[in-house]
C-alpha cells in the first residue's frame, strides 16, 4: 500500500468469495475500490469490464509466481524425480513462450470449462504464462541464494 501512499490504518478490510461474478459486481457496485488478489481475480474483473492497474512492485513482479523451494535433505532423496519435473516444467514453460497459441488449443482441448468465454480464456491463459515465465538465463537453473 505504500506504493500508492497508504497505509493499514487507511482501510477497512472486506473477505469477498471466490467467485468472479460476485467480484466483478461488488467492484462494479462501489462496494470495493482496491483490492488485494491473483491473477484469476484480475481476469475476472477484467473479463467483466472493470479496469485493472496493478500497483505490484517490479521487484514481486521478477520473480515467477510458481516458485519451487526444497530442503537439501529432501533434494538428496528424491533428486532424479525432481530433477525431471523441473526439466518438464520448463519445457512446458519454454514452449508457453515461443509458442503460446499451442498452449491455447492444449488448454481449449484439455481444460473446456476455462475456455468458455474466450476473452476471459485468453486472459487467463497469458496472465499464467507471465508470471509463470523462469527469469533464470538457462531456463529454470536452481538459485539456491534466493
Not at 509458442?99 to 480464456?121: C, F, H, I, M, S
Amino acid at each position: 500500500m505504500s506504493v500508492v501512499g497508504k497505509s493499514i490504518d487507511d482501510v477497512t478490510t472486506v473477505v469477498l468469495v471466490e467467485s468472479g461474478p460476485t467480484l466483478a459486481a461488488a467492484i462494479r457496485d462501489g462496494q470495493v475500490s482496491p483490492l488485494s488478489g491473483a491473477a484469476p481475480d484480475w481476469i475476472s474483473l477484467s473479463a467483466n469490464g472493470s479496469k485493472v492497474r496493478l500497483i505490484t512492485t517490479k521487484e514481486m513482479l521478477a520473480s515467477p509466481a510458481n516458485t519451487f523451494a526444497v530442503n537439501a535433505e529432501t533434494i538428496a532423496e528424491k533428486r532424479k524425480g525432481i530433477e525431471g519435473f523441473l526439466k518438464a516444467w520448463s519445457k512446458g514453460m519454454y514452449v508457453s513462450k515461443v509458442n503460446p497459441e499451442k498452449v491455447a488449443l492444449a488448454q481449449r482441448k484439455g481444460v473446456p470449462a476455462e475456455g468458455e468465454d474466450k476473452t476471459a480464456g485468453q486472459l487467463f491463459l497469458r496472465m499464467a504464462i507471465s508470471i509463470n515465465l523462469s527469469v533464470t538465463e538457462r531456463l529454470g537453473d536452481p538459485q539456491s541464494d534466493v
